[in-house]
């Protein structure tokens, strides 16, 4: 159980564009999931966490009109990078917790992203 | 100082071996711990949580020190399996809902 997808699983796209990625909890409800970064060598970075049906919190640093979240459903969130830049390329990583489990985080296999 | 630091490694050892893997959190008030796994350009999977009385599951213990705010894991009989980055994680409590915070990681690699 507590399978966690994302799509797409790799993306190349041009500077200026919009990417869109989903991640969908496929057999439980995730009430919060997890936007996460991660940078060759480096660890995780949280980006914002969502509640569904509640607006995103970003952390420090991180532009919300650069990257859009939308937590629509109990299964679905998603992230769009919006006039993607070169250094935006990076690997995005989703992770999804129920109500009645909050600090189990399942991960979704990641979407690496090239901006070119 | 960084909220969860690791030792990055790498720490090559041959099968069989023991290996013990450190873990230090700077915030006292983070209540749930746990290791992780990650294979190269994959997602974390979670390893086990860790509990203040230490936890065993088959070659893999976890210890807790909340004095000092201190965690480590102990890996029993490596295996060629093993091999991968080991991440410390601790949540975030100050952070909106239960964030969790990741240490850069440990990187082993076990050799036949």
């Known amino acids: 159980g507590a399978v966690v997808s994302q799509h797409p699983s790799r993306v190349i796209c041009k500077s200026g564009t919009s990417v869109k990625i989903e991640c969908r909890s496929l057999?439980?409800?995730?009430?919060?999931m997890f936007w996460y970064r991660q940078f060759p060598k480096q660890s995780l970075m949280l980006m914002a966490t969502s509640n569904e049906g509640s607006k995103a919190t970003y952390e420090q640093g991180v532009e919300k009109d650069k990257f859009l979240i939308n937590h629509a459903s109990l299964t679905l969130s998603t992230l769009t990078v919006t006039s993607a830049h070169p250094e935006d390329s990076s690997f995005y990583i989703c992770s999804a917790a129920s109500r009645d489990r909050p600090y189990e985080q399942y991960f979704g296999p990641g979407t690496r992203l090239t901006v070119t | 100082r960084k909220e969860v630091e690791q030792d990055p490694g790498p720490f090559n050892v041959p099968e069989g071996a023991t290996v013990a893997f450190n873990c230090t959190y700077s915030?006292?008030?983070?209540?749930?711990f746990f290791w992780y796994r990650q294979d190269c350009r994959k997602e974390p999977k979670l390893l086990m949580s860790v509990y203040s009385s230490g936890n065993e599951d088959g070659r893999f213990t976890a210890q807790l020190n909340r004095a000092s705010q201190y965690i480590s894991l102990l890996i029993r009989d490596s295996k060629l399996s093993d091999s991968a980055t080991y991440l410390c994680v601790v949540n975030a409590p100050n952070q909106a809902g239960t964030a969790l915070i990741f240490g850069k990681g440990t990187t082993l690699s076990v050799s036949s």
């Open positions: 057999d439980f409800q995730a009430t919060t």
């Open positions: 915030n006292s008030a983070s209540q749930s």
